[in-house]
């Protein structure tokens, strides 16, 4: 359901209402016959697709319509579970939903199909009250739509200290730490150089003869749809090798995109190759703090609540095994919040923590959030009791955390939540490092006109899509955890793959460094709120931001950002949770 209803409504349905002298009663009647016919026609022998049937042009529709739309396709699922249709009545179902509603083509739909089963089944079956309705508005935030039976759950926060308790380190930029962030490295353990990169399918770069130059996937990597080869992740290794750190930060997402064939033992083969690499670049480290993205399970996406964590189709084997391959660096009483959640915490030194978050519950495809979406494994009332006795120990902290704050595709609540924690700790917490959108990015929390937290986004070694790939390496006060500067290092594919042989390595450089790219003396509250002023005013400083977040890649930068692109930008930088984001 996850991924069938997203592209569905992704694409197709867009479409569909695109077309638009269709009435909105005309398109929601054609949704239901359509979604009812497929149950009945035994073969469906009319190929056409809806994205080939009508023209995609997106932006064009009400939100209302398609929320209304994926609610009536979504009770037609439900309903024919309901009315009795068996296991196997309900795979071919949703395969053939997936071609009709998606220009996936077939593989991609019946691998999906085949693996998301389970788990569509046990929550139809077991989800007392399931509305598509509430299927939808999990499944649909960047339309917003809304469940009227929602629970607004919270978490019990602590008031704040009286001011005369409150304490934080004095500044002192004078001593200062490295520290390394390396994410969404994407390792496609079939990638072939040579292949074809414009597959049409989801993910590339794997097989066929190209059907023209342009289009055979690159030696080190590719800008079409395809991840990462093996000997480009050891070459990121080599070179990140010729420094030393204080610290590394890896912030998720391992496994490839090629989600409609993932098995429970090819993610665990390729996430103990990634950690052994890490192990052997890096022998014998207590310095490195990996976290969870939402690619590492089996279903893509899908974390299964602790309630479910002996049912055939939980996700705790994913638990179970990071938490045995993260031993190497973490300490032992890291163990038991991994296993119940993939989350932990490290003092790292006196004063200084660092607190590893599995955000991934809350991403829109964790199709469990439609089981249960109340603070999936008690995530973050354990982060509010884990700030509040740091700030009791005058402890300063560094959250990582795949998903960024604000991003549209995480569940509301849990985001709104999150901003509410990060709001009364901000003292506490001194920055947070994110992935999984790929871009190098900002997010900037604010109280009135003063910053108060700053989220700083990793940016991705897989080219996917478009993209150089890049590392970073922050400046950091050794005394009060605050960062103090970053330098992003990428190379240019384009030129890499110039010798498409192998023969000559990535040349990695430094593409900036944040203060000096800025023009910021430091990293400061009054500095930061300048630099958000100056991205809103300034049309060439936003036009800055957005190359450093494509990583001055090539297509990218040609494809370009025009003025509401660069308005929303600015726009992103400062949202902090869904809601505000689904505004810009
Ligand atoms: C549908 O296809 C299946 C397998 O391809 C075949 O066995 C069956 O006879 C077909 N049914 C009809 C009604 O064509
Ligand atoms: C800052 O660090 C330097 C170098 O370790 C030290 O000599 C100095 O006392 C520190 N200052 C403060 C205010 O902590
Ligand atoms: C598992 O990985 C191997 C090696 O990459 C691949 O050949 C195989 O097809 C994968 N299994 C599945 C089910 O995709
Ligand atoms: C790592 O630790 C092992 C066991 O303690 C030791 O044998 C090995 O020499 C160490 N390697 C390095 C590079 O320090
Ligand atoms: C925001 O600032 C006001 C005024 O200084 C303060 O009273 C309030 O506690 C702050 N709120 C947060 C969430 O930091
Ligand atoms: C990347 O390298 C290619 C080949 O050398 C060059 O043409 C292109 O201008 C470079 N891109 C950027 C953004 O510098
Ligand atoms: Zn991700
Ligand atoms: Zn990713």
Redesign the pocket.
Known sequence: MATLVKVFFAFSLLALCATASLQEQDILRNVKAIAENLITKENDTDETTLPELYSITPHQLKDRTVCDACAIAIDVIISYRRSGANRQSMVEYIKKFCKKFTDWGSIPCDGYAEIEIDTILFIIDNKRNLTPERVCAIYMPTHKCVDPQADKWTVNIPPPLTPNEETSAPPNASETMKILQITDIHYD??YTPGSEADCGEPLCCQKGAPKSPDSAAGYWGDYHSCDMPWHSIENLMEQVKKEKYDLIYFTGDIISH?SW???V??NT?AIKQINQLFDETFPNASNIFPILGNHEPHPTDFYSPESQSRSKISTQWVFDLVADEWSRWLPAHTKPTIKKGGFYTVLVKKGIRVVALNSNVCYKNNLWLIYDDKDPNGQLQWLVDVLAEAEKNKEKVHVLSHIPPGEVECHRQWSNQFRRIVERFSETITAQFNGHTHYDELRVFFNGSKVINVAFNGGSFTTYTGLNPNYRIYIVDKNNFNVVDFDNFVFNMTEANLQNDGSIKPRWFKLYSFKQAYGLDNTGSTQMANLVDILRRNEASIAEYFKYRVKDSDPLLKEGCDRNCLKQLVCSITAVETDESLNC
């Open positions: 353990p079939d090629r064939v993932t098995t033992e090819n083969k």
